[in-house]
Nanobody
Framework: QVQLVQSGGGLVQPGGSLRLSCAAS????????MAWYRQAPGKQRELVAQITSGADVDYADAVKGRFTISRDVNKSTVFLQMNSLKPQDTAVYYCNFKWTYFGLDYWGQGTQVTVSS
């Protein structure tokens, strides 16, 4: 069983920056696809950014050029650096680790990000 523990988030003014972290307990033989999702009130959960086991990265159009996903494989940790934050980035952010080969999918507990003046 894998547990994902998130940290970071909070309240920030428009134009500000935040960094989210998500650390997995235990170790794994294979590197998972690591991703960040977000869910705003009244909206569906959406993919924000992901990094595959081969280190390919992908971003939602809304965050391209502002957010950066990175990882520390040795520490089983994924990060999301969020710059130039906008009020529309306000949401609960969730990390996700997926081992498609094994059919395993784990979620973090979620962390609130609020962008407001």
């Amino acid at each position: 069983q894998v547990q994902l523990v998130q940290s970071g988030g909070g309240l920030v003014q428009p134009g500000g920056s935040l960094r989210l972290s998500c650390a997995a307990s235990g170790s794994a033989v294979r590197i998972p696809t690591m991703a960040w999702y977000r869910q705003a009130p009244g909206k569906q959960r959406e993919l924000v950014a992901q990094i595959t086991s081969g280190a390919d990265v992908d971003y939602a159009d809304a965050v391209k050029g502002r957010f950066t996903i990175s990882r520390d494989v040795n520490k089983s940790t994924v990060f999301l650096q969020m710059n130039s934050l906008k009020p529309q980035d306000t949401a609960v952010y969730y990390c996700n680790f997926k081992w498609t080969y094994f059919g395993l999918d784990y979620w973090g507990q979620g962390t609130q990000v609020t962008v407001s003046s």
